[in-house]
């Protein structure tokens, strides 16, 4: 608490963390090599980024 109000909790983060796992599952099923892999873990923390950038051009925004 800081300054006697109390912050609303947000639900985006827990949305984000299942996406993440899912994504770490599915990306590291498919790893057929230790590299394959770390590209997976790299993939699954930037594959919203990537989403929305994608949905955004699909627009033309």
């Known amino acids: 608490m800081k300054g006697g ?3 609303k909790a947000s639900g985006t983060g827990a949305v984000y ?3 993440f796992f899912g994504a ?3 990306f590291l099923q498919q790893a ?3 590299w394959e892999g ?3 873990v790299l993939k699954a923390i930037f594959w919203p ?3 929305v950038y ?3 051009s699909f627009l033309g925004v």
Do not use: Q, R
């Open 54 to 56: 994608e949905l955004l």
């Open 24 to 26: 770490l599952v599915y």
């Open 38 to 40: 770390v590209l997976g």
């Open 32 to 34: 057929t090599s230790f």
């Open 17 to 19: 963390g299942l996406g």
């Open 5 to 7: 109000k109390m912050k």
């Open 49 to 51: 980024g990537f989403l």
